[in-house]
């Protein structure tokens, strides 16, 4: 049975920093590529950012591209979401995704285990 559990979220005031986890567990973790989703109230689940299974290569949305950092440690069985300079506008619940399908790494159907989430807000 595949289980992701975020952890690390939080309400911060706008600027500062935090470090989402996500660990795994029942599938051989080192094999999928992973990726992080947000889901604002009212709003549509969108793509943050996605690594690669050997973390050779990251993706990010525009919104978050300087700002945000994703990596992952396979011994670990973990994938890491680092947000900085946070704004108000990143409030939204955090997802992380694995994926066994090939294809865009925004792509939300591409993506076949979730996390229940993890909720960040962020004050102005």
Known sequence: QVQLVESGGGLVQAGRSLRLSCAASGLTFSGYPMGWFRQAPGKEREF??????????????????????????????????????????????YYCAARTKGGSYNRIDLYDYWGQGTQVTVSS
Do not use: C, H, W
């Open 48 to 93: 943050v950012a996605a690594i690669s299974s050997i973390a050779s290569k990251t993706y990010y949305a525009e919104a978050v591209k300087g700002r945000f950092t994703i990596s992952r440690d396979n011994a670990k069985n973990t994938v890491y979401l680092q947000m900085n300079n946070l704004k108000p506008e990143d409030t939204a619940v």
